[in-house]
């Protein structure tokens, strides 16, 4: 039985949400601004992925609003992205993201509780996470 909120909506809010940031490569890329990247070479490193889908993704990134692009006036070569606040406040959700990981048995073969620590630590930090001890 839907409720009149859920005829109401047109389209549904986490299916749009979703296809925003679920195209391949697009929450790592707002997970490295956040860890400090800001240049297309910087985002290439550790990942098999091409210029032309890069560029196709932080153009997708900067439409949406996550993103702007700054480009040098004195050499057109020299860009770095960074995040708007709209793309910020992806934050809560990529450490939502990290901690799924973190706290699930699956993945507790991969952490010591001291790393596990640490990791939460280190994502609270870079996605400017209030602490919650």
């Known amino acids: ?4 909120i859920e005829s109401a909506i047109k389209n549904c809010p986490v299916e749009l949400s979703l296809g925003l940031i679920t195209k391949k490569w697009t929450i790592l890329l707002v997970k490295d601004m956040f860890f400090g ?6 985002f290439k490193e550790g990942k098999d992925i091409t210029n032309k889908i890069l560029s196709k993704r932080l153009k997708e990134m900067e439409d949406a609003g996550l993103i702007t692009r700054s480009e ?4 057109s070569n020299d860009v770095e992205y960074h995040l708007t606040d ?5 934050n809560s959700i990529i450490y939502d993201l990290a901690m799924f ?4 048995d ?5 952490y010591t509780e001291d790393e596990k620590e640490e990791i939460r630590k280190m994502f609270k930090d870079k996605l400017d996470l209030e602490s919650e001890d």
């Open 1 to 4: 039985m839907t409720t009149n």
């Open 37 to 42: 990247k800001t240049r297309f070479k910087e």
């Open 72 to 75: 040098n006036p004195y050499n």
């Open 86 to 90: 709209k793309g910020k406040s992806l």
């Open 101 to 104: 990981t973190v706290d699930n």
């Open 106 to 110: 699956g993945f507790n073969l991969y």
